[in-house]
């Protein structure tokens, strides 16, 4: 945590908020799908909105 704290430190305002936009974006991509593939009734549909959800994870981590 201390590591990204000094890490985010020299970021500008414009800089964290993308960075703050992108998490809150993720966050609500991932539970979206999840939703929306449980909602589809299938297990194929519902794995292939899963797979959504960890590609708007992977788009976090990187």
Not at 18 to 24: D, H
Not at 29 to 46: L, M, Q, R, Y
């Amino acid at each position: 945590m201390k590591t990204i704290y000094n890490f985010t430190k020299s970021f500008s305002q414009h800089e964290l908020f993308r960075l703050l936009s992108q998490m809150q974006r993720s966050a609500v991509f991932v539970v979206s799908n999840i939703t929306e593939g449980a909602s589809k009734g299938f297990d194929k549909e519902f794995i292939k909105f899963l797979y959504y959800s960890m590609d708007s994870i992977s788009e976090l981590e990187a």
